[in-house]
């Protein structure tokens, strides 16, 4: 079979050695004849998964564990929106709004109390992340930002300094660039693009930053009870968690995650001086606002669609179409991504506008 270039932008591609050791756990998960999908979560090798796993994030992060806990929890990055103001939102919190899922959030906070518009790029179909963020008010319980917006392909390049703790949905650039991650105070992010399989929800926090909100909290909504249970406050997504730290394991070996930012610099570059360069293509994100994991782009010349989404079939390329809210076209370039896959993703766009114009 010809190999697939897989640019879904999640669930998405993970490392072929992730693929291999999880297909083999499946089926025999360390020679225990056993499968990873029948152990016990509360076993000994399962809390070995788990412990090595939330270990392992805080150490690629760089944050201390006096500070920073880890869990792994249910719910996608959908539950947080709701799950971090019933703890967290007292009177009001400031949010950042460049778009889908920063807008998810509002929505979700808004149940729990007043919610302050620190900026919004809604004027220009979210094409950039805005300039002037509202800094340093203190009359805010935290303030909430989506660090990557995969649907338009933005990315938050410099976070200003804030005088109450920040939230950070980081669901689609995790791991995928090196940050001062301790100027955050919690940040959360969906497995299924750079951590693992769809299932679990990282969650990284430093508890004492908060300040608890004054009202009743179901134990599976509770950060502190999740905290004190170890994230085992229930059955965990054993399978998910495991492929995490596969995935984990994956990233040290390759050098942590300023290795992989630097080959997430070229697999990008290569791609956003071609799309600049094109007559037939046109980048949709303003230059400072681009991200290096999701790449949205149009074809100039929509009544070529048809012709040009049989061609990327043709050629193996899977998972271009864009976002179903804004439609163009996305490529999702996360950490496993090889630079193989964008280089013929290159060739075939350069290809089929030589033959367009020809
Ligand atoms: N936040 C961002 C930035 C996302 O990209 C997504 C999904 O793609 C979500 C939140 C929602 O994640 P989940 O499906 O895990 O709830």
Known sequence: ?????????????????????????????????????????????FTV????????VLELLG??????????????????FHQIPFNFLSKRAG????????????????????????GSSNDQHFSYIPEKIIQNRIDLDYIHYTSNN??????????????VPVVVDMSSDIFSRSLDFSQFQLIYAGAQKNIGAAG??????????????NRKIPSLLNYDYLIQKESLANTPTVFSIYVSLLNLRWLKAQGGIKSVEKRNEVKANLLYNYLDASNLFTPLVKKNSRSNMNITFALNKPDLTSDFDRFLEHH????????RSVGDYRASLYNALELDSVKVLVSCLQQFEENYEN
């Not at 944050?63 to 996608?76: C, E, I, P, R, S």
């Not at 460049?98 to 906070?109: D, F, L, P, R, Y």
């Not at 649907?151 to 300094?161: A, L, S």
């Not at 193996?316 to 976002?323: E, F, Q, R, S, V």
């Open 1 to 45: 079979m010809m190999p697939k270039h897989n640019f879904c932008a999640g669930p998405a591609k993970l490392p072929d050695v992730v693929f291999q050791q999880a297909s083999k756990a499946v089926v025999n998960y360390n020679e225990s004849g056993l499968s990873i999908l029948e152990i016990s979560h509360r076993s000994n090798a």
């Open 49 to 56: 998964i788990i412990e090595e796993a939330r270990a392992l």
């Open 63 to 80: 944050l201390n564990t006096k500070d920073y806990v880890a869990l792994f929890l249910h719910g996608g990055a959908s539950a947080q």
């Open 95 to 118: 949010y950042l709004n460049t778009g889908v899922w920063s807008q998810k959030a509002i929505h979700e906070a808004r149940f729990f109390g007043e919610i302050v518009d620190l």
């Open 150 to 163: 995969t649907i338009y392909g933005t990315q938050i390049k410099n976070f200003p300094e804030q005088k």
């Open 200 to 213: 679990t929800t990282l969650v990284i926090i430093n508890r004492k930053a908060f300040s608890q909100a």
């Open 316 to 323: 193996n390329i899977i998972g271009l179409k864009g976002h």
